[in-house]
């Protein structure tokens, strides 16, 4: 078994902390995690295989004179180059056809495009905003449905941070908008672009939740100072340094707890958070993280250690492949 979980840097620092190759557990929790991984029994352990320093030969991936694909199975969980064809997502779909690979790529993929998750998620029949992708050339066809809408949010694909999400309150906004960024730029590197419905919700009633391994670990809010004006009288979660945290843990009413369940089996990443509003009384699932919030405190309420949920999804699938194997 390979892992590479490495930690995070230190707290409280601003953008460059999501830099490739950085940790996304707390300190804390790594170092618990790393301390009972060692304690495994019958597994042969390979601790920092660090699949972002390496090589493919034919397939075969090299990190110093370990071959990975010789390995069962690779648990791994830090940043990595998000974009389209990075070399860090080609190592881990590369590995995951001969090996098992944990974070599964395909779902973490899928997790990192709004428009990819919200696609799996409505195809599932889960609750999340309607949600359209569209060509530069094709906006004309748009102005009916924006007309029924009336607001649409405009959103970065593989945004974060609520960095980008425009509120548009008309179909003229949306096409001076758009023709803006092809004017300038000659368009977006996102291709095409991503817009959903905007449904009015108040933040009393924002929820997100963190799920490993199956399990809802916890649900939270994002406090006051995490909301800015949106437009129109509406907010958003906003977070200019991009430092997360801010959160109080809450409950997660059974109906918000079953669409989070069905979407964590619609992505297929065995760590996910989704981030829900409320409107008309029914959750909405508006975005789905891949590195969902993780805090040590939340997790010291539910009464568990701090990696016993990563913990629990190592041992799981180590069970799986020796069920397999026998
Ligand atoms: N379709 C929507 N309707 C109403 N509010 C939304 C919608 N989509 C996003 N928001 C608001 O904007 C915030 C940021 O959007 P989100 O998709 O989570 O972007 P990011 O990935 O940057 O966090 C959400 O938490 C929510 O407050
Ligand atoms: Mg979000």
Not at 62 to 74: A, F, G, K, R, T
Not at 92 to 99: E, F, I, N, R, V
Request: glycine share 8%; hydrophobic share 35%; proline share 5%.
């Amino acid at each position: 078994m390979g892992v590479h979980i490495p930690p995070p840097p230190p707290q409280g620092q601003p953008a460059s902390i999501h830099s490739p190759g950085i940790g996304c557990l707390t300190v804390t929790a790594q170092k618990a995690l790393m301390d009972q991984i060692q304690q495994l029994d019958r597994v042969t352990l390979y601790t920092d295989v660090n699949f972002r320093a390496s090589f493919i030969l034919n397939g075969k991936v090299y990190v110093d004179s370990i071959c990975l694909n010789d390995l069962d199975i690779l648990f791994w969980y830090c940043e990595v180059d998000r974009s389209v064809g990075s070399y860090d997502l080609e190592v881990l779909h590369t590995l995951a056809s001969d090996l098992k690979v944990v974070i599964n790529p395909r779902g973490f993929e899928v997790g990192l495009d709004k428009y990819a998750s919200h696609l799996a998620l409505k195809r599932a029949g889960v609750s999340v905003a309607d949600t359209i992708l569209v060509d530069y050339n094709n906006l004309r066809y748009l102005k009916d449905l924006l007309d029924e809408w009336g607001y649409a949010v405009l959103k970065p694909r593989r945004g974060g941070y609520g960095k980008g999400v425009t509120l548009l309150g008309s179909f003229a906004a949306l096409r001076d908008t758009i023709e803006y960024i092809y004017s300038t730029a000659r368009g977006t590197p996102d291709k095409a672009y991503l817009i959903e419905r905007f449904y009015p919700n108040s933040s009393d009633d924002w929820i997100s939740t963190t799920i490993i391994n199956g399990e809802l670990v916890y649900g939270y809010r994002k406090r006051d100072n995490r909301f800015v004006e949106f437009g129109n009288g509406f907010v958003k979660v906003y977070d200019a340094l991009e430092i997360g945290g801010e959160v109080d843990s809450c409950e997660v009413p059974p109906s918000y707890r079953v669409e989070a369940l069905k979407a964590y089996e619609a992505i297929g990443a065995e760590v996910i958070g989704f981030d829900m509003i409320t409107h008309c009384s029914q959750p909405i699932i508006v975005d789905e993280s891949t590195f969902p919030g993780y805090y040590d405190d939340l997790f010291a309420e539910t009464g568990q250690g701090p990696a016993d949920a990563f913990y629990r999804l190592i041992v799981t699938e180590i069970d799986k492949l020796r069920h397999r194997c026998e």
